[in-house]
Structures are given as C-alpha cells and as structure tokens.
C-alpha cells in the first residue's frame, strides 16, 4: 500500500504547481482577451483544495518524513488564506484582497519545492517500529552497561 500512495503522491505533487498555471492563464485570458474567464477562475480556485488535502493524506499513508508533512500542511494553510480569506474580503477589504496574487506566487513557490523535493521523498526509507534504531535491543544500541 506504501507504494501506490508514494506514487499517487509524487503524481498530485506535481500536479497542484501546474493547476496554479492554469488558474493563471485564465486571469491572463481575462485581462488581455476581455473574454470573461473570473468565474472559471474562481471555480477552478475554490475546487483546487482538492489536491493539497490529498497531499495530506497521501503523506500520511505513505509514511513521508515529517519534513514533507509540515510543507504540506503549510502549503495547506497558505491555500486557505488564498483562497478563501482573500478572495472573500476583496469588497470589504480591497488594501487586504490585493495580496491574493502575491499569496498566488508564495503558494506556486511552496508547491514547486515540494512537487521538486517529492522523489527524493518518496524513495526514502519507511521507518516503521521494527526497523527503528529505538525499539532496537540494548546490545544493537551500544549499551554502555558492563558486561
């Protein structure tokens, strides 16, 4: 089971920083077409939350180190304020909601780290009790107590 969700992992990884392109080009095919494309940017937005909660569960299943986790759940939280704090102030707020393409780009940057760093994560050892060093036999440990 490790195995698949490493793999559905390193897929999802990769996946959130190109769905944040494509939440882009549909603010460039807004601004410079005058086509309205905001409602299928909004959507798209909104239903991305998707991927960085599947990152969490995948990094869970898949046992990922804690390093990876704590990313993830910070990209998370990152994605939260963007998408649901900022764009929903912008009429009350409009000093505040000018900071949703700025927490765009901390968010693209947050996600490609991750999606860079995901295969050397996913090829990483799954320490699991049996073969950790802490559960491990005095004797294997070293100990210092006389024979």
């Known amino acids: 089971m490790i195995t698949w969700t490493r793999r559905l992992y390193l897929m999802a990884a990769w996946l959130f920083p190109v769905a944040i392109l494509i939440q882009v080009l549909f603010v460039g095919l807004s601004l410079f077409t005058g086509q309205a494309y905001w409602s299928t940017h909004r959507d798209l937005g ?9 990152l969490i569960i995948l990094s869970y299943l ?12 910070l990209l998370f939280g ?7 704090v900022f764009a929903a102030i912008r ?9 949703h393409p700025v927490l765009a780009l901390v968010l693209f940057a947050l996600a490609l780290i991750i999606a860079l760093r995901s295969p050397t994560a996913v090829r990483t050892e ?19 107590a006389p024979d």
């Open 46 to 54: 909104h239903s991305l939350a998707v991927l960085p909660l599947l």
């Open 62 to 73: 898949g046992r990922l180190p804690r390093s990876e986790k704590l990313l993830i759940w």
């Open 78 to 84: 990152i994605y939260l304020v963007q998408a649901e």
């Open 91 to 99: 009429a009350d707020v409009p000093i505040l909601a000018a900071f």
């Open 126 to 144: 799954v320490h699991t009790p049996s073969t950790s060093q802490q559960h491990a036999p005095a004797e294997e440990k070293g100990s210092l």
